[in-house]
C-alpha cells in the first residue's frame, strides 16, 4: 500500500510541476518561433532546434509530448495569421516577465535560435530587442 501511496505523490509531483512550467514552456517555443518566423519562413530546422533545446531543459523536459504539440500550435497560428499568432505569443511572454530569472531563460533560448545559422539577421534583431524592451533586457548584456 505505500508503494501505491508514493507512486501517486511522484505522479502528483510531475503534473505540478507541469503547471509551474507551462508558462515558462509556452513562453520559450513561442519567443523563439517568433525569431524564427522573423524572416517570413519557419524552417524545419528551427523547429527541430528548438525541440531540442526544450527537451534538454530539466526544467521542461517532462512535458513530453506537449512540447512538439505547442511548437505546432503556435506556428500554425504564425501561418493563418502573423499578427494573431503574433499577439498570442506576447502574451505567453507577458505572463513570464515579472519572474526575471524565466525572462532570462525565454531571452538567451530566443538568442540560441537567432544565432543557430551563425548570425543574427537584422529581422531577428528587431524581435529580439521588441521582446528584449517587454522583459526588461538588452541583446548586449548576451552577446
Do not use: W
Not at 31 to 45: F, H, N, T, W
Not at 65 to 80: D, G, K, P
Not at 111 to 127: H, M, R, Y
Amino acid at each position: 500500500m505505500l508503494k501505491f501511496f508514493k507512486k501517486k505523490a511522484a505522479g502528483a509531483k510531475v503534473e505540478i510541476k507541469k503547471v509551474e512550467n507551462r508558462d515558462l514552456m509556452e513562453a520559450i517555443i513561442g519567443g523563439c518561433l517568433l525569431v524564427s518566423a522573423a524572416d517570413g519562413e519557419i524552417e524545419k530546422e528551427e523547429t527541430e532546434k528548438l525541440d531540442k533545446l526544450i527537451r534538454s531543459n530539466p526544467n521542461l523536459a517532462h512535458f513530453g509530448n506537449e512540447i512538439t504539440a505547442t511548437i505546432n500550435r503556435f506556428t500554425e497560428q504564425l501561418e493563418a495569421g502573423f499578427r494573431v499568432g503574433r499577439m498570442n505569443i506576447l502574451r505567453e511572454i507577458d505572463d513570464i516577465k515579472n519572474t526575471p530569472a524565466e525572462a532570462e531563460e525565454v531571452f538567451c533560448n530566443m538568442l540560441t535560435v537567432a544565432e543557430a545559422d551563425g548570425e543574427i539577421e537584422p529581422e531577428e534583431q528587431k524581435v529580439l530587442e521588441e521582446v528584449g524592451r517587454r522583459l526588461g533586457l538588452r541583446i548586449e548584456d548576451y552577446l
